[in-house]
């Protein structure tokens, strides 16, 4: 999340591309992190891996039920255009790659 955040006007547009975290973490926890590290974007909860499920984001774990860390890019016309399952947030070649993926649906 640090990363989106440090590289949000560069790859977000300055905002004019939407970024949505889902996360299985309660709301209030997620309001509460998202405000202590500064991320500009929004912010939402799936404590019922709702969203994860219906995407093919869930993983049932030891430790309980995640979203896994998986990227859609949606284009203007609503329509997945990209999916990167699972992004690799540590490699900074994957940031390129969604710049690109990005770029593509938006134009």
């Known amino acids: 999340m640090d990363a989106y955040r440090?590289?949000?006007?560069?790859?977000?547009k300055d905002g004019k591309v939407v970024l949505l975290a889902i996360s299985t973490d309660a709301d209030t926890t997620l309001a509460s992190w998202?405000?202590?590290?500064?991320?500009?974007?929004?912010?939402?909860?799936?404590?019922?891996?709702v969203v994860g499920k219906k995407y093919g984001a869930f993983l049932s774990t030891p430790r309980g039920p995640i979203d896994n860390r998986t990227l859609f890019v949606i284009g203007p016309d609503g329509k997945i255009k990209t999916v990167m399952a699972p992004f690799r947030e540590v490699d900074a070649t994957a940031y390129e790659e969604l710049a690109k993926a990005i770029d593509a649906a938006i134009k």
């Open 6 to 12: 440090d590289q949000y006007a560069q790859l977000f």
């Open 34 to 49: 998202a405000k202590d590290k500064g991320y500009q974007f929004t912010m939402l909860s799936d404590t019922g891996s």
